[in-house]
């Protein structure tokens, strides 16, 4: 009996290992891939968004208690490049979503936590490490669960 689940143990952590590699050398063929429909690196530059017709702000702060963040009427990747400053979080976009209207009022611990329920209606992918610049956030198209 004890071989038999030995056995089996051994023949689900194979296969675990093998879904994980083969999950990670999708993700490299994706990033190498140069289709449009791939998410691209939003750029670290100080150009500002093309403003929409309705009043715009962001406005975040650190307190003591954690982060708050407010954004009205900005595009998504506005958002995004407002945080990625802020903090260097890497962040990349599909391109067809550069453009969503977006506003929002989070307040939470930590950077982590305020991204996630900022961009909690997205289907994304989440790399957080110790050092924020080392993290990486991946917001695909279509709506997240």
Do not use: C
Not at 48 to 67: D, E, H, L, M
Not at 115 to 130: I, P
């Amino acid at each position: 009996m004890k071989h038999w689940i030995k056995t089996t143990l051994g023949i689900g952590l194979a296969i675990g290992l093998w879904q994980v590699s083969a999950d990670a050398r999708f993700l490299d063929l994706k990033k190498q891939e140069n289709v449009p429909t791939t998410p691209a690196p939003i750029p670290q530059t100080t150009t500002t968004a093309q403003p929409t017709p309705t009043r715009t702000s962001y406005n975040p702060q650190v307190v003591p208690k954690g982060i708050s963040l407010r954004f009205e009427n900005l595009s998504l990747i506005s958002v995004l490049q407002n945080i990625q400053e802020e903090t260097s979080i890497s962040f990349s976009i599909d391109p067809s979503m550069e453009t969503v209207p977006f506003s929002a009022t989070i307040q939470a611990d930590d950077w982590e936590a305020a991204v996630r329920e900022l961009l909690k209606g997205f289907n994304r992918v989440e790399v957080w490490t110790d050092n924020l610049q080392t993290s990486r956030i991946w917001v695909l198209s279509g709506e997240g669960v």
